[in-house]
Every structure is written in C-alpha cells, then in structure tokens.
C-alpha cells in the first residue's frame, strides 16, 4: 500500500472562493456599460451615479408640459409580467411610452404559459416578433438571469423582480429619492424594517446603500424575518424596533409578503403591529428630518400607522413619481448600450 | 474465457494489495493475483505495463430512469455508462415509476439489465408500500426477489413510530435499511443551501438543521432497535461528526457521500447554475472540508456517485423549478482520484471508498481482486489525460457541473464477471 494519511491534509485541495458578488459578465458590456439590468449587485458607484443623474435629466423633463422624447422610437418593449403587479407594470409602461417606444403588455393569466407553453418557448415566441427589450417580473428568484442568457443579442432585459432575489429598479428609485432629498449618502444611516426574509426590494436597497457608501444601513426585525447570514450582506442587525430608529435619517418600511409566508412566521399582525409597526411614538425615534419610505403597496395598521404614511416625513408617493424617470433613465442606458 | 493480465500494478484495497504481477482470471472469477499458477494456459493475454488494474466500482445510487422515466435515461445507456466510468455494479434506489415495492419490479429491472452490457445492477427495495410511508412494504418478498436492502428514498415517512416498525421488521430479515438524512418539514420549499449565498440569491435555503435533525432522529432509532442503518449522501460536517461519534459507541451505522460533495459548494450555484441544484444540496466550504475529513479517516467509508440523469428541458428554467440531480456515472472514479492528487487519501484508500468499502454496507461478495472473487475490474492507464466533455459521454443525461474539467487517468477497459462489459475507443488510447 502506498503512503497513508494519519490525518486529512486539505492543503493540496484546491480552495474555493469565499462568496463573493455575482459575476457581472451577464449584465454588463466589456466597456462597463450597461446591457441588461438584473442586479444591483457588482454594479459599481460611477455606473448607479450614472444612472441616478440621467434620472435626474428625466424628472426635470417630467415636470414640464409636454413630456415625451423620441430616444426610443421605434423600439418595443414588451412588459413580460407572470405576477400580479399594478405600480411597477404601469411605471414601466409610462417610462417607455415617454420615451416614445412601442409597448406590449402580455398578461400571462391568460397566455400560452397556462396552457404549458415553457418560459423559453413564450420567449422564442416573442423574439420572433423582432422586440427590442423585456421587462420581466417572475415569481422564481434568477428568472431574468435565465432569460437574460438566452435572449438573442441585442436584446435587452430588466428585472422588474424575482422572487425574493433582486427588484433593481425599485432600490434605484429609492436611492433617487433619498438623493434628492438629503444628497451625500456617506453621512446617512437608513433602517429597513419589516420582511427581509421575503423581500427582494431590501436585497436590492442593501447592495445599492453599500455601494453608494451609506453611513450605516440597518436592517430591523424579529429572527424569523430575516434571512441567513443577512449581516453578511454588509448590514446591522436589529431586532429592536426602538432601538433600530434610533437617530436614522431614512426609515424604509416594508410590506408584510404574507402570500410568500409558508409556515408560521408571525404569531398575528396585532403583535407585529405592536412591536414593529412604525408610528408618530416611534418615528421621534429618529432624525427630526427623517424621511420615511415604503415600495408599496403599504398595509395600514400592519406595518405602518396612516398618521406617518401620509404625513410630513413621507415621501412614498414621490417615490412613485421618481419611479418613472429611474426607468427612463435606465431604459435609456441599455438600449444605449446596445447601439454603440 | 481465460485471461492473464501481465505486468499489471494490481491495487486491491479489500487486504491492502498493491504489487506489480500477472492477474490470472478463469471464466468468471479471478484464478490468481500476482503470480502465474502453473499449467495456466490463458485464451487472451494483455500486455499490463504500465497500467493498474482494480475491483471495479460499487455505486450504492444511480437512478436509472427505469422502469418510467425513459425519456431521461435507460437501463442499457447508464449501465454503459457505468462501465465507461469503471463501475461494475449500481444499485437503484426505489423510487423508480412505478417504484420498486414488489418482486414485479425487481425482475422487471433485472430482465433489462440482463439485455444491457453487464453490468451488475440491485436493487433497494421500498421500505413502505408505494413509498407513500404508511404501511410497511413486504420486504421478505422484496428480499427473495434479489433487493439489496429497504428505503424509502426521498418520500417522506407518516412519522418516527412508522420508521421504528420499519427497522425493527427489516432487522428480522437482516435488510440494511437506506436513510437519507433530510426532515421534509425542516427543507420545505429550499432548493439550495441555507446561508449566504441562498441569501444573496433569494433562493429559498434548507438548512443543515434538516440533516442533522433527521440524523438525530435515525441515530436514537437504531440505538433502540438495533437496526443496521445506512445513511446516504450526508452532505453537512455537522452530519458526519454525529455519525462518527455513532460509529465510535458502537453502532450499527454507515454513511455514504455523492462525490461532487468533495469537490463543489454553495458558490457554483452563483448565477444560478441548474446544474449546481442538487438534493442534499451543495453545502458551505466547511461542510466539503469535513466531509472530506471523513472521508479520509474512513468514518465515511463509500463515496457515490448519487447519478441522476436528466433530459435538457429538465435543466432549462430558473433555478427552483429545474430537477434536482447531477449525472454523475462518469465522473465518479475520476473525482475519487483526484482526491489523491489532493494529498487527502492514499491510492488505496480512495480505491476502497468505491470498492471494499460500499461491498461491506451492502454485503456484495465483489470488490475484491482475490484468487475466488468475482471477476470484476478495472483496467486503468494512469498517464491519459481525459478531459470530461459532454460530446463523449454515454449517459443520455448532460447535467454535469463539471463539464471542462480534465483529469489524469481513464479507464481503458471495464470488465464484469471475466468479459469486458466495455473497452476505450483505440483512438482515444494513448499508447
């Protein structure tokens, strides 16, 4: 027999990486530009500064009268939606019409998916009507990844949410949003409160807060709320609500996703309520200047009281508006891409 | 048919064999190892210089695809592939459609894997009637028809008092009883590893908690009864120190691990890699480095392939909703090696983890080279560079993660009961 081992030497083993950010070869052009938007992770400060000026350019021309450019004529669109979405499916829609595109609304309740047709077959399908662009929500987290690699060239994809993966429009509206309001993001601490575990919009807000170098992003909930090793995701944790708030300068409240809720997560939403609802009480809590935000749709008197959602702190219908010109913006920037 | 292999290095793990001779084989058992007995005049000689020879592998699971699933794979094109990757024995794990829980399925098997190209293939019998984890299975009957032991794969079982009636029947007729170690209710919907990375990716994560619970559960069960347990494809550091621990107070215990689990984490899921989804799920860094520990003091003492051919469509969507499974015939031997090449085991140690080591779990009199045994081997050139390319696999399922990878070694010819069951192409030969 040949030599034996007394104990496992692992030092010949090959070592694997730590887990790192996601490789960005899918999303982004060898320049560094754009070519889908999937992700906000491994996106680096200059691009979202990028993109959250040429917001900026679209919310000034929001504002006036007529608010239609022709960037995109002649381009198609198609909002490709397999969940239920009002907010995020019409803000898409009003960005691309201003910016002159055709779109296609397919509503899959009633397209050829019921019926057996595979993702990839309605994508094919699609793609033989010469579109320029898709804009995807899916239930499955990585769905527009996999769409993304098996598009034809020339073809772009935003995700407009999977699963409890990523919703990068939305986090770049709400850094819009906060941007506007309180400028350098270095001195900020933001506290995102609610159902991590299920929220894909947090996922994406901790990576854009990271990136743009916040101060400090918190994140606040009871254990059973958060996902594994979510500190690792460059965040602190509370499970304090009290303490969470204490002295931030932006509370994003998030909305309780009891149809993602498998098993018993919560006792009932009056305890929740009791402990992490956001209230006038609560919100003294925090900066005197604190915003307070929520992507929608909000549960009143579950996450947050109707006092603060519509108060003087709120900014949750601006984040609406700002919505449009971020997906402008964007929009833009990929079929930009593809052009040069 | 005679034989006699020349100048062969013969590695038989099962008593520490590694020497330089003749491999003398008559019909379908090996006449002699080392030396040439006198008066041996073999039909065939083979010149084995510089190459190795060795018990063909035991793989304790690949999944067929039949009887049910023969869009995904076959009998016929997974044993080929078995031989191709040096195994001369599978097992089939019961939940075949549909599943193996009466002697009409076991002989169904067995007639086709009698029209296939020799390799040996067993079965497991159900442990539950349909596997629906109710009512106990026959597991006599299922016994006399030729199955190896009982499981219940996957399907979960009504409760802990059914699993207690199940080992404590099956001990009364010897069966080892297959468990894998996984609380359903602890994985719900998880479909990757819960951690870090199932965090970053928003996947739903299952959590090492599922294994070690169910462990705790078995190890507490056998202690009462008494049963002989098998534990299949453990894939937590956590898992293998309570089996450890286990096997060290005595008790009727082994385990098994599928060997991309030495060599793959959580991270080749990163971008969603439908072939990085697999059940037990691909675990942290720390879980591949105790396994591997394990595996290397023996507590783990047999490495599968946990083969789980697919056809492409089932690979072919966002992550959660593609098929769990690596098609894993092909790569079994060389992955076992290179865990030589790690500097983690000795030749022969690796060579036992895949041969004498499954034989004792399941009580095969193969996976020895002895003058008597079985005439199952592998014919080895150690200097061939293969590199794994799914153009040249013979499994009909492409799911492999490690496609591009090259290895030092290749079989050059796979033999089963004294007749090659299959031989290396001459042009991909490199002598």
Redesign the interface.
């Known amino acids: 027999m040949s030599d034996t081992v007394d104990t496992p030497v692992l030092a010949g083993a090959t070592r694997l990486p730590e887990p790192g950010p996601l490789p960005n070869h899918l999303q982004l052009t060898d320049d560094g530009q754009l070519r889908h938007l999937l992700t906000i992770e491994g996106l680096n400060r200059d691009l979202l500064n990028e993109i959250l000026d040429t917001a900026e350019s679209f919310a000034n021309m929001n504002e006036k009268a007529v608010k239609k450019v022709p960037l995109l004529r002649g381009k198609t669109i198609v909002n490709l939606f397999f969940e239920a979405s009002t907010r995020t499916r019409t803000t898409f829609e009003l960005a691309a019409k201003r910016l002159s595109a055709d779109v296609l609304n397919i509503n899959i309740s009633t397209s050829s998916a019921v019926k057996g047709e595979s993702l990839l077959d309605t994508l094919r399908n699609l793609e033989a009507m010469n579109v320029d662009m898709f804009v995807v929500r899916h239930e499955e987290s990585g769905t527009a990844h996999f769409i993304a690699r098996h598009v034809a060239p020339g073809i772009s994809v935003l995700n407009a949410g999977d699963g409890r993966h990523a919703h990068p429009t939305q986090a770049l509206l709400d850094m819009f949003t906060i941007r506007r309001h309180k400028g350098d993001f270095t001195k900020l601490k933001v506290a995102i409160v609610g159902d991590i575990l299920h929220s894909r919009v947090a996922r994406s807000q901790i990576h854009a807060l990271n990136i743009l170098q916040t101060g400090e992003v918190r994140v606040v909930a009871p254990c059973s709320l958060l996902p594994a090793n979510v500190d690792q995701l460059g965040v602190h944790v509370y499970n304090d609500l009290d303490a969470g708030l204490k002295d931030v300068d932006v509370i994003i409240m998030l909305r309780l996703q009891r149809e993602r809720m498998e098993h018993a997560h919560l006792p009932s939403e009056h305890e929740y309520y009791q402990l992490f609802g956001l209230t006038s009480r609560r919100l003294q809590l925090a900066h005197p200047t604190c915003l307070v935000m929520h992507p929608g749709p909000a549960n009143r008197g579950v996450e947050i009281e109707s006092a603060v959602a519509d108060g003087p702190h709120s900014v949750i219908l601006q984040q609406v508006t700002y919505g449009i010109s971020v997906r402008q913006a964007v929009m833009s920037m990929v079929m930009g891409a593809h052009q040069s | 048919m005679s034989v006699l292999i020349e100048n062969v290095r013969i590695i038989d793990p099962a008593d520490?064999?590694?020497a330089v001779g003749a491999l003398c084989v008559q019909g379908a058992e090996i006449l002699a190892r080392g030396q040439i007995p006198d008066g041996f005049e073999p039909r065939r000689r083979i010149d084995g210089s510089g190459l190795w020879v060795f018990p063909g592998l035991i793989d304790l699971s690949a999944r067929m695809r039949e009887p049910g699933e023969e869009h995904k794979a076959t009998i016929a094109s997974e044993t080929l592939a078995a031989a191709r990757g040096g195994i001369t024995s599978v097992v089939i794990p019961p939940d075949t459609d549909p599943p193996i829980d009466s002697p009409a399925e076991i002989e169904l098997i067995a007639r086709r894997a009698r029209q296939a190209c020799g390799v040996r293939v067993y079965t497991l019998g159900a442990l539950t009637q349909r596997l629906e984890g109710q009512q106990l299975a026959e597991m006599a009957a299922l016994q006399q028809a030729g199955a190896r032991g009982v499981s219940n794969a996957h399907k979960p079982l009504a409760s802990l008092l059914v699993l207690r009636r199940a080992l404590e029947y099956a001990t009364t007729f010897g069966l080892t009883i297959v468990l894998p170690a996984q609380d359903l209710s602890l994985t719900?919907?998880g479909c990757m590893h819960?951690?870090?990375?199932?965090?970053?990716?928003?996947?739903?994560?299952i959590?090492e908690a599922a294994e070690t619970a169910a462990l705790g559960a078995i190890l507490a069960l056998v202690e009462q009864t008494g049963a002989r347990v098998h534990v299949a494809r453990l894939s937590t550091r956590r898992g293998a120190e309570m089996i450890a621990k286990a096997r060290a107070e005595g008790l009727p215990i082994t385990a098994d691990v599928a060997a991309h689990q030495l060599?793959l984490?959580?991270?080749d899921v990163?971008?969603?890699d439908p072939n990085g989804h697999v059940i037990p799920p691909l675990r942290a860094?720390r879980d591949?480095?105790g396994l591997?520990?394990a595996v290397?003091?023996g507590e783990i003492s047999a490495i599968c392939s946990d083969h789980q051919p697919h056809e492409a469509?089932a690979k072919?969507?966002?992550?959660?909703?593609t098929e769990p499974g690596i098609s894993a015939l092909e790569t079994l031997l060389p992955l076992t090696l290179r865990l030589v090449?790690?500097?983690?085991?000795?030749?022969?140690?690796a060579l036992a983890r895949v041969t004498s080591g499954p034989a004792e779990i399941l009580d095969f009199e193969q996976g020895r080279l002895g003058a008597g045994a079985r005439a199952d081997f592998v014919l080895y050139d150690p200097t061939a560079l293969q590199e794994m390319r799914k153009q040249d696999w013979l499994s009909t399922g492409r799911n492999s993660p490690f496609f591009g990878w090259t290895f030092t070694g290749q079989v050059r010819e796979t033999w089963v009961a004294g007749r090659p069951a299959w031989t290396q192409p001459t042009e991909g030969n490199t002598e």
């Open positions: 520490d064999y590694d719900g919907s819960e951690g870090a990375v199932s965090t970053r990716l928003g996947l739903s994560g959590p060599f984490t959580e991270v990163a971008e969603y860094q591949r480095d591997r520990a290397a003091r469509d072919l969507g966002p992550f959660a909703g090449e790690d500097g983690l085991l000795s030749l022969g140690e």
